[in-house]
Nanobody, 120 residues
């Protein structure tokens, strides 16, 4: 059974920063083979992809977070991080780690989610 566990959410003022982490575990599961990503879902909105990173380290960000969010991976530790800078109130959402990830991919595995709240 694969488990993805997020940590690092919280409350921050606009302009501040937060770092989210996701640790993967499970038999025969290796992050290094998959494109991993972070999604978010705000109240009343669809879940959206905010960052992904493939096994070679190539990244994707939508325009809404580009130049503010940075995704990194550590294949040896089976983990990914999301550094979020210059946070805006519209970044408020529940953030999920997922695999595999991509703009045209439906992930098979999801974390439980972590709340990020940005106050104005």
């Amino acid at each position: 059974q694969v488990q993805l566990v997020e940590s690092g959410g919280g409350l921050v003022q606009a302009g501040g920063s937060l770092r989210l982490s996701c640790a993967a575990s499970g038999n025969d599961f290796s992050l290094s083979l998959l494109t991993m990503g972070w999604y978010r879902q705000a109240p009343g909105k669809q879940r959206e992809l905010v960052a992904s990173i493939n096994r070679s380290g190539s990244t994707y960000y939508p325009d809404s977070v580009k130049d503010r969010f940075t995704i990194r991976r550590d294949n040896a530790k089976n983990s990914i991080d999301l550094q979020m800078d210059s946070l805006k109130p519209e970044d408020t959402a529940v953030y999920y780690c997922a695999a595999p990830s991509g703009t045209a991919v439906v992930p098979s595995y999801w974390g439980q989610g972590t709340q990020v709240t940005v106050s104005s």
